[in-house]
């Protein structure tokens, strides 16, 4: 019998980016210690937007180097992905080394594999140097065809992984009892409790002199004389540079259309035989399945991870099916612990864009499209992003540069058209008994119903209370779709998504969704 862990988002402040809980979220330990300071009357080297992965690493090394930083965070350390993230963190990418070949040669496929060295190492560091607990420990990652096709393209991404210097061979035996045809293994890959780490970055960067600000939601910038002008929820922020690890920057940016937002699917189960897996494992299905162990205050987890798709596109009920059916066909599954989904971002050409921001403000860095290897990539960021603002020299930084977008014809006219269709609903009150959906909504769920040639998010409560907002996304337009797993209105465009209450959860979007009011009669 499956005991889910699960949360009514809509019983308070959600402490991640979704209804459901992680495995993660059980942490009995202490949190960071946020500042309590008026960060206002002070101009700043740099405001790092996001307290996630990336922008902790870059806001802790910029401290280290000697700049004044300031993090300001929307909600509370870790709530966006990497608290939702499995932790994996790899050598071996999303793009295969053969794409990446193909796309940037041999020399940026080195490029590439020596970053992914370089995020592992600065992981490394950090635990040893801030003698972070928080349960590192390296592992081989073994990658496993099952049918001859799939071994035909395991032997291209052997080869190509080979030949950009990757540490990978070929390997007889999977640490668990599956059916497969051929694997490699990747050694010295490495996994950890994701927020025990941010938890422990926040720490060390706020003990260094940095300022840590949660529930600071940055609601516009400017550029001026300068310097930064930062407007948030708790006052104006000056400073000098400005950097967004917020996944896709706010606004509207040229990055919007070079990365595609994607939620991936995670269950977190026991089984009964006690045979967890040792190391890091993948499959080679379209999306891949991919799995590990993590035992947590004595307990072991198998934690299963798949089922991807496009932000706003899938349904996430079936995805957990999908997980859940392909985890029982091949472990003994006693019980379903936990389930959540977190969102990726997907960049065009396979390799993140990471350092100044193109067509923004001076001064503007940002890191996004990191696939499935967020930790991985988001700490390479934080090294790669403090080499740029100090201008030191560094191999990487050509290749990884989000000015390789090349402008995109009538983009400007793209803006102004989706800009000027986030305006353009209008609709100050509502019948509620003309909605004639509504009857037919089960608590706890939300749809999009028409009114007067007009779409209206509406979303019933497990108290009966209903929610009326405009399903108009305020960033470029789209129209949100209900996520009924996270309970969330998550946009099918850029990946902007909104609580029940229509606060924003996750970027691009600035504004929350606008409320409808609702007239009984
Ligand atoms: Fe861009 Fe919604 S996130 S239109």
Redesign the pocket.
């Known amino acids: 019998m499956a005991t889910i862990h699960n949360s009514d988002s809509t019983a308070g402040t959600s402490p991640r980016d979704g209804a459901l809980p992680s495995v993660w979220q059980q942490l009995s330990g202490a949190r960071p210690q946020a500042t309590i300071a008026d960060a206002t009357d002070q101009l700043w080297d740099v405001i790092v937007v996001g307290a996630g992965i990336t922008g902790l690493t870059t806001a802790l090394r910029l401290q280290e180097a000697g700049l004044d930083c300031v993090v300001a965070e929307a909600h509370q350390v870790g709530f966006g992905t990497t608290g939702g993230t499995t932790a994996h963190i790899n050598t071996m990418l999303d793009t295969p080394y053969h794409t990446i070949e193909s796309d940037f040669g041999e020399d940026g496929a080195r490029l590439v594999a020596a970053a992914t060295r370089v995020g592992i190492d600065t992981v490394a560091r950090n635990v040893a140097t801030y003698q972070l607990d928080c349960d590192f420990e390296y592992k081989d990652g073994v990658l496993f065809a099952e049918t001859e096709q799939e071994a035909e393209l395991l032997d291209k991404i052997f080869s190509a992984a080979q030949r950009a210097g990757v540490d990978v061979a070929p390997t007889a035996s999977l640490s668990i009892p599956l059916h497969f045809h051929k694997a490699i293994v990747f050694h010295r890959q490495a996994q950890m409790h994701p927020l025990k780490y941010v938890y422990g970055l926040a720490d060390r960067f706020v003990m260094r002199g940095g300022i840590l600000l949660e529930n600071t939601h940055v609601e516009d910038t400017a550029y001026d004389d300068g310097y930064h002008r930062v407007q948030t929820s708790n006052g104006l922020l000056r400073a000098r540079r400005l950097v967004y690890a917020t996944h896709v920057p706010p606004g509207l940016n040229i990055l919007?259309l070079r990365c595609a937002?994607y939620r991936s699917y995670v269950l977190a189960v026991r089984i009964e035989n006690g045979n967890y897996p040792d190391d890091l494992v993948y499959d080679m299905k379209d999306p891949y399945h991919y799995f590990r162990t993590h035992t947590i205050d004595g307990v072991p987890y198998l934690i299963v991870g798949g089922a991807d798709h496009k932000t706003g596109h899938g349904d996430a009920h079936a995805a957990f099916r999908e997980l859940e059916a392909y985890v029982r066909k091949h472990f003994k599954v006693s019980s379903v612990e936990y389930r959540w989904s977190a969102q990726y971002f997907e960049p065009t050409d396979g390799l993140p864009y990471i350092g100044k921001l193109p067509g923004g403000d001076e001064d503007t860095y940002v890191a996004t499209g990191f696939s499935g290897n967020g930790i991985v990539l988001g700490s390479f960021s934080g090294m790669l992003l403090t080499d740029v603002i100090l201008g030191a020299e560094n191999p990487y930084e050509k290749l990884f540069s989000p000015s390789r977008i090349k402008p995109i014809a009538g983009f400007a006219s793209f803006l102004k058209e989706?800009a000027d269709v986030?305006y353009r609903f209008v609709a100050d009150r509502v019948h509620i008994n003309q909605l004639n959906e509504l009857a037919e909504l089960p608590s706890g769920t939300g749809t999009v119903v028409n009114y007067e040639k007009q779409q209206i998010a509406v979303y019933k409560s497990y108290e009966g209370e209903v929610i009326a907002l405009s399903p108009v996304?305020?960033?470029?337009?789209?129209i949100?779709a209900w996520n009924d797993a996270e309970k969330s209105w998550d946009?099918?465009?850029?990946?902007?998504r909104y609580d029940v209450r229509g606060n924003v959860l996750s970027?691009?979007?600035r504004k929350g969704l606008q409320p409808i009011s609702l007239v009984h009669d």
């Open positions: 919007h937002p989706n986030a996304c305020t960033h470029a337009g789209c949100v946009c099918p465009c850029h990946g902007g970027g691009p979007p």
